[in-house]
């Protein structure tokens, strides 16, 4: 097969309307969103007020000032970038910098050269500029490149971040993840083999896997290489398979502004690694994912229900609110879609929540469970829909008083309320965060009936609801909890600010929040600085907190287990809390599912109990199973304690654990070295388990085209380290087509073979293999200090796996930043001629180069300024005729 891979650049994309441009000149107002190039905007930071995440604003010649902290940071933002160097005369259309010069004033020294690389030419000015407490706070964010320490949050600073009630625990700047250019959203997970806790943390440049281990000490442990974008959203899937006797676990990976599809990534070998199952092409890109009908804490499926992956703004059906089954964990399968007739019924992100009280008999259509309501955030409204028999029914649409973007919420634990997040209500009107919650009694009219205002114009992001608190990312202001005991009166309980310098409305600092980790722990993804693990101190209430009594017990069938619930008081009053129990590998077969309330009035805070009936059976070889109680929706000013959630265990058989490969294919070729196969011990550690493994023939021929390989792996009791098998090719002199055979486990007395049990091997030719074919585009003109992205480049071969080199062959030194899919450089500040050379490697080292030349114009002298009075008509003359132009063009398009 030819495999062409284009080096083109997946620039980022604003939400559902692509890489738009924001206009600037020093003539403009200060007036709408800046999109009309005939009617420019006056000041930098106005037009990165009114942009989304990935547009730019491009500034036309002019003087332009940089006294305000404000102005400052909108010229040194990664997610809006800001460029100079053009003009209103051909409409903005080519960036020249040294003709179309655009100075800015008070420009701190270390950003002079950043700034002139952006197109400007910028000016060091003593007497105006950034206060010194402004500085120290970009210091800060600076040093946050490093990994920051553990700080215990007293007398309001963590080390040097600002906080409240919130302790810094752990930290992975983005040089330790990768070293992406940003970091976008967050998802946790628990591994319920091991209860080894993990962060998954979005990246420009893919997605991070992080263990917790050692929350003082985050290690990664893989990362997935992607397409380059600023979004990204992560969601995992953790289910019990009753065949292994293991648990199994997949996070979902959606990216948009690119073509990448869904990523499934397996979870299996934690905690050694991670790797990619496929990438499924639902879509090319998406914005958001979500999966309905699961537990956020331990991410499976909630008690009799069918977990869905729900995709939003998508590539596909106008972007609307669709989900796929997950029935297959690594091949979704299309479950419903919403009606899609216009771009309106695009949808930005979701959530979901299962109504099973009152409402279910009367205002939707409810199967044995309740009613699944999809919560729908597309951009002007929230819509309500009920997904039932693989058909969405809208409920209601809904707004509100200056909505700009509605963007995402989430929903209290008591299902009574939603709150509703606003991207963009603080940058274009000037308010202060902003977060609003409705009151949903009747499904079919969500009614406006509180909202909080923060301290700061920094934009409120995502959030989500545990216990009484509402954890927020804020943007400039990093992490906002909130106390929600009255939604319709929220106030704050604390906050953690990871963007030191500021908290104004620019996109920098907190993307992201995660709050459901079983140990406590909070992350939190900052664009700038990556991976925060925090500890939440906000829940030591002024009236009691609620704990169960153990975080795991151990019990037998047959017999009625007594959990112990016990709040901790400090002041007198009726407390109350929730509860309810979550199946796991133990099922309604193995105990009594059961939920209900309980209560504490005046000073009581004795314990009470819930009584968990364990179901006896006949079966005498059973594994230890599993379920779960947690405790939820705790009111009257009462919070959750430390342990909200207990793992009941059933006793049984230890488990054992099954033995699978590590990967489920490989390409060798016929003449490299030996390689190693991983073959890894899954779950449990119990008994001495053996395989045995051979190579089975298929079009390859197992001792002509690959040594033959046959004996036996084991593990003894509580050894679960990696075995390794060698596999070496045998090199010929035959040119043929790649060949295929299989090896294969083969388990050994009781020993249980989990998946993958087999392993494809594609051998490939090299005596038949050619060089890649390389195209680095087509020779170009440029203008002194404009960027350039090279962008037509491409490179084809018979094989996947190429390696792309690009290099400067000759002309004025210029400094390349490559991703291997983007290549881009600011061009000289002298005329000249740049000529550049890509080169694409295969996988045996063939290569082949393309080069392309870049000349470089400085601008022409102007002539001698005619005084007459007549510049102004030229000016609207040229206007004229560059407008008639554009509009030839277009017709002709």
């Given at each position: 097969m030819m495999l062409v891979s284009a080096l083109l650049s997946q620039g980022a994309l604003s939400h559902s309307e692509h890489d738009k441009a924001r206009f600037v000149a020093?003539?403009?107002?200060?007036?709408?969103?800046?999109?009309?190039?005939?009617?420019?905007?006056?000041?930098?930071?106005?037009?990165?007020?009114?942009?989304?995440?990935?547009?730019?604003?491009?500034?036309?010649?002019?003087?332009?000032?940089?006294?305000?902290?404000?102005?400052?940071?909108?010229?040194?933002?990664?997610?809006?970038?800001?460029?100079?160097?053009?003009?209103?005369?051909?409409?903005?259309?080519?960036?020249?910098p040294d003709s179309h010069t655009t100075f800015v004033s008070g420009i701190p020294p270390e950003y002079l050269q950043r700034l002139s690389q952006q197109g400007f030419m910028p000016i060091q000015d003593r007497h105006t500029g950034p206060s010194d407490e402004f500085k120290q706070g970009l210091h800060k964010v600076q040093a946050l490149n490093?990994?920051?320490?553990?700080?215990?949050?007293?007398?309001?600073?963590?080390?040097?971040?600002?906080?409240?009630?919130?302790?810094?625990?752990?930290?992975?700047?983005?040089?330790?993840?990768?070293?992406?250019?940003?970091?976008?959203?967050?998802?946790?997970?628990?591994?319920?083999?091991?209860?080894?806790?993990?962060?998954?943390?979005?990246?420009?440049?893919?997605?991070?896997?992080?263990?917790?281990?050692?929350p003082a000490n985050p290690a990664l442990v893989g990362h997935i290489a992607g397409q380059s974008t600023l979004w990204r959203d992560i969601k995992v899937y953790q289910y019990f398979d009753p065949q292994l006797g293991v648990?199994?676990?997949?996070?979902?990976?959606?990216?948009?502004?690119?073509?990448?599809?869904?990523?499934?990534?397996?979870?299996?070998q934690l905690p050694t690694q991670v790797s990619l199952v496929k990438r499924q092409t639902l879509h090319g890109g998406a914005h958001n994912l979500y999966i309905s009908n699961v537990d956020y804490s331990l991410n499976i499926p909630l008690s009799g229900h069918k977990p869905l992956v729900n995709i939003s703004g998508a590539d596909n059906r106008f972007g609307s609110l669709?989900?796929?089954?997950?029935?297959?964990?690594?091949?979704?399968?299309?479950?419903?879609?919403?009606?899609?007739?216009?771009?309106?019924?695009?949808?930005?992100?979701?959530?979901?929540?299962?109504?099973?009280?009152?409402?279910?008999?009367?205002?939707?259509?409810?199967?044995?469970?309740?009613?699944?309501?999809?919560?729908?955030?597309?951009?002007?409204?929230?819509?309500?829909?009920?997904?039932?028999?693989?058909?969405?029914?809208?409920?209601?649409?809904?707004?509100?008083?200056?909505?700009?973007?509605?963007?995402?919420?989430?929903?209290?634990?008591?299902?009574?309320?939603?709150?509703?997040?606003?991207?963009?209500?603080?940058?274009?009107?000037?308010?202060?965060?902003?977060?609003?919650?409705?009151?949903?009694?009747?499904?079919s009219a969500p009614q406006l009936v509180g909202t909080w205002t923060g301290p700061t114009q920094a934009i409120d992001h995502n959030g989500f609801v545990r216990g009484n608190r509402y954890y927020m990312?804020?943007?400039?202001?990093?992490?906002?909890?909130?106390?929600?005991?009255?939604?319709?009166?929220?106030?704050?309980?604390?906050?953690?600010?990871?963007?030191?310098?500021?908290?104004?409305?620019?996109?920098?600092g907190a993307w992201g929040v995660y709050p459901f980790l079983p140990s406590g722990l909070i992350l939190v993804s900052d664009i700038n600085s990556g991976l925060y693990i925090l500890r939440d101190n906000t829940r030591q209430s002024p009236l009691a907190s609620i704990s169960?009594?153990?975080?795991?017990?151990?019990?037998?069938?047959?017999?009625?287990?007594?959990?112990?619930?016990?709040?901790?008081?400090?002041?007198?009053?009726?407390?109350?809390?929730?509860?309810?129990?979550?199946?796991?590998?133990?099922?309604?077969?193995?105990?009594?599912?059961?939920?209900?309330r309980l209560s504490w009035s005046g000073e009581e805070q004795s314990a009470r109990?819930?009584?968990?009936?364990?179901?006896?059976?006949?079966?005498?070889?059973?594994?230890?199973?599993?379920?779960?109680?947690?405790?939820?929706?705790?009111?009257?000013g009462a919070t959750l304690g430390q342990t909200s959630l207990s793992r009941i265990d059933i006793a049984g058989k230890k488990p054992p654990g099954v033995i699978a490969f590590s990967q489920s294919a490989i390409s060798l070729r016929e003449n490299q070295p030996a390689y190693t196969v991983q073959v890894q011990r899954i779950g449990g550690q119990s008994g001495e388990l053996a395989v045995s493994y051979h190579l089975l023939s298929q079009t390859a021929t197992v001792g002509e085209d690959i040594q033959a390989v046959n004996t036996t792996l084991t593990w003894p009791d509580g050894d679960k380290r990696i075995r390794e098998i060698s596999l070496q090719p045998l090199d010929d002199s035959l040119h043929e087509a790649s060949e295929t055979l299989q090896l294969v486990l083969q388990a050994q007395g009781d020993t249980i073979l989990g998946q993958?049990?087999?392993?494809?091997?594609?051998?490939?030719?090299?005596?038949?293999?050619?060089?890649?074919?390389?195209?680095?585009?087509?020779?170009?003109?440029?203008?002194?200090?404009?960027?350039?992205?090279?962008?037509?480049?491409?490179?084809?071969?018979?094989?996947?796996?190429?390696?792309?080199?690009?290099?400067?062959?000759?002309?004025?030194?210029?400094?390349?930043?490559?991703?291997?899919?983007?290549?881009?450089?600011?061009?000289?500040?002298?005329?000249?001629?740049?000529?550049?050379?890509?080169?694409?490697?295969?996988?045996?080292?063939?290569?082949?180069?393309?080069?392309?030349?870049?000349?470089?114009?400085?601008?022409?002298?102007?002539p001698p300024a005619d005084n007459g009075g007549g510049g102004g008509a030229t000016y609207w003359l040229l206007l004229y005729l560059v407008i008639c132009l554009v509009l030839d063009k277009r017709r002709r398009i």
């Open positions: 020093a003539d403009g107002q200060d007036l709408g969103v800046c999109d009309n190039r005939l009617r420019p905007c006056r000041t930098i930071a106005y037009a990165v007020s009114r942009a989304n995440k990935g547009d730019k604003v491009l500034v036309a010649t002019g003087h332009y000032s940089a006294a305000s902290e404000q102005e400052l940071l909108a010229l040194l933002g990664n997610l809006v970038p800001v460029l100079g160097g053009y003009s209103r005369i051909d409409l903005y259309q080519t960036q020249a490093q990994q920051q320490s553990a700080q215990l949050c007293e007398d309001g600073l963590a080390g040097t971040f600002s906080c409240h009630n919130i302790d810094l625990v752990g930290h992975l700047p983005l040089s330790a993840l990768n070293n992406p250019s940003s970091a976008n959203d967050i998802w946790g997970h628990i591994d319920l083999n091991t209860g080894t806790e993990y962060a998954l943390i979005g990246l420009s440049n893919g997605v991070a896997v992080v263990s917790l281990a050692d648990w199994q676990a997949y996070a979902y990976a959606t990216a948009d502004a690119v073509s990448e599809g869904l990523s499934i990534i397996d979870l299996n669709h989900g796929y089954s997950l029935a297959n964990p690594t091949n979704l399968s299309l479950h419903y879609a919403s009606p899609a007739a216009a771009r309106t019924d695009y949808s930005h992100d979701a959530a979901s929540l299962v109504i099973n009280d009152q409402r279910a008999a009367s205002q939707c259509q409810p199967d044995a469970l309740g009613c699944l309501i999809l919560l729908d955030f597309n951009e002007q409204e929230f819509r309500l829909w009920q997904q039932h028999n693989q058909q969405s029914e809208q409920l209601s649409t809904t707004t509100y008083a200056d909505a700009e973007y509605v963007h995402s919420g989430w929903w209290s634990e008591d299902k009574g309320y939603i709150m509703v997040h606003d991207e963009l209500d603080e940058s274009r009107l000037g308010l202060n965060t902003t977060l609003r919650i409705f009151e949903i009694s009747d499904l990312s804020n943007y400039e202001r990093g992490l906002t909890v909130l106390d929600i005991s009255d939604p319709t009166q929220p106030t704050q309980a604390g906050f953690f600010d990871t963007y030191p310098a500021s908290d104004q409305t620019t996109f920098n169960l009594s153990q975080a795991r017990i151990s019990t037998e069938e047959g017999k009625d287990l007594l959990l112990e619930v016990t709040p901790q008081r400090t002041a007198p009053g009726l407390i109350e809390v929730a509860y309810e129990t979550l199946a796991g590998s133990a099922t309604a077969a193995d105990f009594v599912e059961t939920s209900g109990t819930i009584t968990l009936q364990i179901l006896s059976d006949s079966l005498d070889n059973e594994p230890t199973e599993s379920f779960f109680v947690r405790l939820f929706d705790p009111r009257n993958p049990a087999s392993l494809t091997i594609t051998l490939l030719d090299d005596d038949s293999n050619q060089a890649p074919v390389v195209n680095a585009g087509g020779d170009r003109q440029v203008n002194t200090r404009a960027q350039v992205n090279l962008r037509d480049a491409s490179a084809s071969d018979d094989q996947d796996g190429l390696s792309y080199t690009w290099q400067q062959v000759s002309g004025p030194n210029i400094a390349l930043s490559s991703n291997g899919v983007l290549t881009a450089f600011v061009a000289p500040a002298t005329a000249g001629q740049v000529i550049l050379q890509l080169t694409a490697t295969d996988i045996f080292g063939l290569s082949s180069s393309d080069q392309i030349t870049i000349q470089v114009v400085a601008p022409v002298a102007s």
